[in-house]
């Protein structure tokens, strides 16, 4: 089996995709011969020619609504949004169409697209390419919001959200495209949307969180088992429709609960998580959920965007202050 | 200083306002029994027109956007339509949607607060009414491109108004369906008013139709109150478009007879003689003096027509009026394909309706 | 004192931030010679002239990135989107340009402009006419998001909006915008923006809420009273930046709360007040914090929409949950 | 068919590719001696974006986007402005930065990752580098409409790149400009290439010049190579706008020598001959030889002008690299004119730094 990286998982996962379906395309800035600035096209437009690999002109809300009208009428669209900066223009094409053509139209017309775009910050990129806006998406009714965090899961939940019926966002932690490798089988298994991945058991807090953060939070949950403390790590990977159940089963059995996310505290998907379990596991909350986010305030410029982003460090302090707690 | 590029606008009209040809027929309407159809359509909408304003004004409807003056534009680009063609309407070409065979009773639904107003029985490929203004133009050419991938006849017809053309979702899918080359068509239905902005205060281009010169595509202005001249110029676009050349821009030039929609004023903003100057324009009038001249019309036929028009309309009201809402969780059924599990404990809630714990 | 409509309020701020300061300009579809849809702007083109009162071409991408200019350029531009459904073009520039050209900067330029819309739904209108996507904006750094709910809110708030010098996302609930009248003075006084208005006061429990709903939670205050509940009614008005300590004094008071919004739960702004509530006010809290809300879908269109809305019968439902919890 | 409205682009050109005059030089252009600031801007724009790009490569900048090889239209753009114009650039502009009083270390601190470098102490009104394809047209309408309105002299230049021109919202400021009349004036910097996309990907139209065809206002094209041309072309803009008779497109024709950035390898999607064979039209070398043909310009003269310039990027380099970051806690320092009270706690925590609880 080979090994690949996250960017590889997405890769193969499109390739995949493109080969077992006819009806899929992949379109978007330069992901044609330039095989996408970060390479997840790479090779698409050789092995499936310019008709199904299709550059796009400059045109963020152009490829969101034509999108719409390539999957209304029967293809399965995926679509790549350079950075998740400049996704804005296609919001009005998600919200006002994309996730409501079915139910406009009582089920006559669907839309199964997906609309791809690499998200977060750390990488020393100039401004508008260290965005995790998730939450803005995560509100809207009828879409799916889809953040894979390892290779095996970005080929697995691509696929799922490729075949899937409706529309998806799926938003690729850039920060760690290229982190890790892991063996990934190219065998066209999906995996669900519709379940939270429990990454590590345990049984003294619970730490929840999705993307390139999950890279601290392991790194925490190592720090504070060096500490005797027995962390269990949910990647909820699949924002909406949240797979609630698992979060509040593990936090009924832990008692306490951080959750980390990249974008900032306001407004941001922790506090649905959050305000969830206030409401429903107030009874086993031992201690208030903490939130470990970016700060309430713009990404700084890269050189002090490393301050804005949360650390392993400020994980585990809020992990041990919920830990004190009495 | 060296010249590297040169364009034309043309403008194309063949009945004047009396009804007159003022150039050769194209070869569909030279029979001018073959254009009672046309005449019927125009009726019909103008018919059905008023009696949903009725409908409104007497509560039994929401907000309706009223087509009246603008029947030869809607009726004409359908008529040049092919089945296959994919029909991408606003508010406001109930005509287009009527020739196609949306249903009366749909578009009541429609405008009476009904998703199921958009489930067509007829056109099941037919997009549904497009409020967001311009944004259905991309639309277009995705369905274009779908078309052209799958090797599929048929052309993306997408409609859209004056002020349309100020949005930037129309200028980009143009530009897409021009460098894309697909099989689309933009008609523009320009009725010189955009709420209250005069079409002069949108844009200072001198026509609409010199829009496709950025597309680098052709773009033709018809007179849209002449329904030989709107039904020859989408033919000759879908012509082009089924033969592989790709995508065009059509204006057509007409007149909003009356208020944007019902919950509209148009007496702040424009004056009553500027309104009442455009009867002489009248596309309905001027066909129906056509085919009287030809010897194809008569009073009597007119009796008959409006009297089985009547007919008809009235059924299609009591059945939209005989049909019972749909129940509160019914707002869940068609949110996803399979509603997922996290949203069930929901649907039961909204099952027991607004006014119940 | 002449009596008037929430809108009459928005319209009496419009005026007289017109006249007492050159720098204001307003703009919009309709704004001019229509005077708004909802004659929100009515009368101004008359007296102010189509310089300052401007109609707008139809796009509202470029209304929002034309205000950041003027304002970046020595304007105060206060533009109308026509409803809050065709307000996602405008996003891009809010996010990427209006709510970051001050720290871009570093205060070298700034963006002091308001972008008001219509929102809410109620009102029997047409699709795209019942948005209310507050927690979007909510999510933004650097912007303020306020929703007026009285017609002395309107005038004080929106007066306050335009002499802010950042921008600010000015929400007005259409279904109350003729509601009710109060007396409301032209004397030129601006209400804070850092606070939360309490408008009942109680002991028993708290109703937060804003726009629109401030109506049912008020109905829902006075059937309590009836049943000998004192319910203390907060009225948020500016949900960003959040006067939560307001907000928890209350709760530390009653110990039990009821937050109540017309946007759809998952990622409302609700979520984050309830998170707030339970990360600081966990040992106050005697009963989870109740969410009354629109449904997770798509407002449905108006024969429908009624069902979608939260009834007076659902908090005072959910009120007597928070206090029957033991 | 009636013929409506006709329309014509137009190509300028003063030198030719080997810095012979083809056409008669304007005004300012007659005394070579006058060109030689511009022969220096351009040299130092030139020597500027090495030195860049070199800091990059030893991980001591950012990303960078490189100008190599257009640095005749940034360059004549902006010497055709007066202080009092509004500059609004992307970032492959630093040419017209310079040239308007960016300081070198400025636009280093920007490339770096520190918000300061658009902190100019230059123009204080000019924009910032904007990132977001084409989004800066629609603040030049607004700019432009605040000077007419404020009845205060100067225009709003834009700057944008042949990708932007396919984005709507190239579109719909080049339409509200024209509409309303503003003095602004948009300048398409066309080098063929929008990353990987090259031009004729993005649209049909033959020519960028005439995108301005839509929304009824001249567009024009030149050679971007040309440095007359361009300060020519950009004069007769600004002075159109100036004289209150609105806006206008140029569309300046070059070709991008380099990488898209530094973070971009352009051998992946283009042939190295395309790019090889464009350096016979190099702008530099071409007013070089126009200089030196006239007698203005010597070997001697580019000696001590390199001699120079190094001298001054060495001097700004320095005191780019000298400057230590902002303290953490100052990413909320502009956040709002006055820090709401709401966040000061997150305000001190960050004082803390990343690695810190
Ligand atoms: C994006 C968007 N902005 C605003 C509106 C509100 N609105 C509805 S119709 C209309 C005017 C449309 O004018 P035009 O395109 O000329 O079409 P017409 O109504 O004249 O047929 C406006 C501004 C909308 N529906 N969509
Ligand atoms: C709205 C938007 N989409 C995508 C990008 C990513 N991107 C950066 S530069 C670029 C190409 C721009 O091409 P062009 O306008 O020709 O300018 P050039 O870089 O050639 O000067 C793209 C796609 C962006 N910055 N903004
Ligand atoms: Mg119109
Ligand atoms: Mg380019």
């Not at chain 1, 998200?119 to 995560?138: K, L, R, V, W, Y």
Request: hydrophobic share 45%; glycine share 8%; proline share 5%.
């Amino acid at each position: 089996m080979p090994e690949t990286t996250l960017i590889g998982g997405v890769n193969m996962a499109l390739a995949r995709a493109l080969s077992e379906d006819e009806r899929v395309v992949v379109l978007g800035e330069d992901v044609g011969a330039n095989g996408g600035v970060f390479r997840a096209t790479q090779g698409l437009l050789e092995r499936f020619g310019p008709e199904r690999v299709i550059d796009a002109p400059l045109a963020e809300l152009a490829i969101g609504g034509i999108s719409v009208g390539m999957a209304a009428a029967g293809l399965r669209p995926v679509a790549e949004i350079q950075f998740m900066g400049f996704i804005y223009p296609a919001i009005d094409q998600i919200v006002n169409h994309a996730t409501r053509l079915r139910n406009r139209t009582r089920g006559r017309l669907s839309c199964p697209m997906v609309l791809r775009a690499p998200f977060g910050a750390g990488i020393h990129a100039p401004e508008h390419h260290c965005e995790s806006t998730e939450a803005m998406f995560a509100h809207i009714p009828g879409l799916r919001v889809v953040v894979p965090s390892s290779p095996q899961r970005a080929y697995g939940l691509l696929l799922a959200a490729i075949r899937d019926p409706d529309p998806v966002i799926f938003l690729e932690p850039t920060r760690i495209y290229r982190a890790v490798k892991q063996q990934v089988e190219d065998d066209g298994a999906a995996m669900s949307l519709d379940d939270c991945f429990v990454l590590r058991e345990g049984s003294d807090i619970t730490l929840v969180t999705w993307g390139a953060m999950v890279k601290e939070t392991l790194a925490a949950a190592d720090r504070l088992r060096a500490e005797h403390v027995s962390a269990e790590v949910i990647d909820v990977a699949t924002l909406k429709p949240l797979d609630f159940e698992t979060i509040l089963g593990s936090v009924e059995k832990t008692g306490r609960c951080v959750i980390v996310h990249e974008a900032v505290l306001t407004g941001g998907f922790g506090g649905e998580i959050a305000a969830r379990l206030a409401e429903r596991g107030l009874l086993s909350l031992q201690a208030p959920v903490e939130r470990v986010t970016g700060y309430d305030t713009v990404v700084p410029l890269f050189r002090n965007e490393y301050h804005f982003l949360p650390s392993e460090a400020r994980i585990v302090a809020a992990a041990r202050r919920a830990l004190a707690f009495a | 200083m060296t010249k590297v590029a040169s364009f034309e606008i043309h403008y194309r009209q063949y009945l004047d306002a009396a009804g007159t040809a003022v150039a050769e027929l194209p070869a569909f309407a030279r029979d001018p029994k073959a254009l009672i159809p046309l005449y019927r359509a125009m009726v019909l909408t103008r018919r059905f027109d008023a009696k949903a304003v009725a409908l409104q004004r007497t509560g039994r409807l929401g907000t309706f956007a009223s087509s009246l003056g603008q029947e030869a534009v809607t009726v004409g680009l359908a008529a040049a339509m092919r089945p296959e063609d994919v029909l991408l309407p606003t508010y406001r070409e109930a005509g287009a949607q009527l020739w196609r065979g949306v249903r009366m009773e749909e578009l009541l639904l429609y405008w009476g607060g009904d998703e199921r107003g958009s489930d067509f029985q007829g056109p099941r490929a037919d997009f549904p009414i497009c409020v967001p203004i311009a944004s259905q133009c991309l639309h277009a050419v995705g369905v274009a491109y779908a078309k052209k991938l799958k090797r599929e006849p048929g052309v993306a017809v997408c409609v859209c108004g004056d002020g349309a053309t100020s949005n930037g979702a129309f200028y980009e899918a143009i530009n897409y369906a021009g460098v894309w080359r697909v099989p689309a068509l933009f008609v523009v239905n320009n009725n010189q008013w955009a709420i209250s902005m005069p079409r002069a205060a949108q844009t200072a281009a001198g026509t609409l139709a010199q829009k496709a010169i950025a597309a680098g595509i052709p773009g033709v202005q018809v007179d849209g109150n002449d329904v030989i001249a709107v039904r020859d110029a989408v033919e000759q676009g879908l012509a082009r478009a089924r033969g592989g050349e790709g995508a065009s821009v059509i204006e057509a030039l007409t007149y909003r007879m009356t208020d944007h929609t019902t919950a509209d004023d148009a007496s702040r903003y424009r004056d009553a003689e500027e309104v009442s100057g455009q009867w002489a324009k009248d596309p309905i009038a001027r066909l129906r003096q056509h085919l009287a001249a030809a010897g194809a019309w008569s009073k009597d036929q007119e009796e008959r027509l409006i009297e089985t028009i009547s007919g008809e309309i009235d059924a299609a009201v009591e059945r939209y009026l005989a049909t019972p809402p749909m129940p509160p969780e019914a707002m869940f059924d068609h949110l996803y394909a399979v509603l997922p599990a996290a949203y069930t404990e929901q649907q039961i809630a909204a099952s027991r309706g607004g006014d119940h714990a």
